[in-house]
């Protein structure tokens, strides 16, 4: 079965941190690009982070302007996980977080549901 389970949000005060995991199943998961969107309320899901192969040799990541400097997204092949550390919180950043597998369109990333549909998403809330 293939699915996408995210988890490790929460309530957070500005200027602290969460981890969030996505674990994959159905796929192998090393052979795919992956990535982390969000949506906020009343807005569309945007594309946050992308751990992707480059040359199909090595992984790369690439990060939306908003979260540079302040989210890192790493994988574990072994454990079909995707990771993303969030340091530095903002208001701002308060948001239904996703995992999905990527492909890039233009100048960003966009989703390519190799894993299914979207998960349940994790919700990650930014206290001022």
């Known amino acids: 079965q293939v699915q996408l389970v995210e988890s490790g949000g929460g309530l957070v005060q500005a200027g602290g941190s969460l981890r969030l995991s996505c674990v994959a199943s159905?796929?192998?998961?090393?052979?795919?690009?992956m990535g982390w969107f969000r949506q906020a309320p009343g807005k569309e899901r945007e594309f946050v982070a992308t751990?992707?192969?480059?040359?199909?040799?090595?992984?790369?990541?690439d990060y939306a302007d908003a979260v540079k400097g302040r989210f890192t997204i790493s994988r574990d092949n072994a454990k079909n996980t995707l990771y993303l550390q969030m340091n530095s919180l903002k208001p701002e950043d308060t948001a239904i977080y996703y995992c999905?597998?990527?492909?890039?369109?233009?100048?960003?990333?966009?989703?390519?549901?190799?894993?299914?549909?979207w998960g349940q998403g994790t919700q990650v809330t930014v206290s001022t």
């Open positions: 999905n597998s990527v492909q890039r369109s233009g100048s960003t990333w966009s989703s390519t549901d190799d894993f299914g549909s």
């Open positions: 159905g796929r192998t998961f090393s052979n795919y690009n």
């Open positions: 751990h992707s192969w480059i040359g199909g040799k090595t992984y790369y990541a």
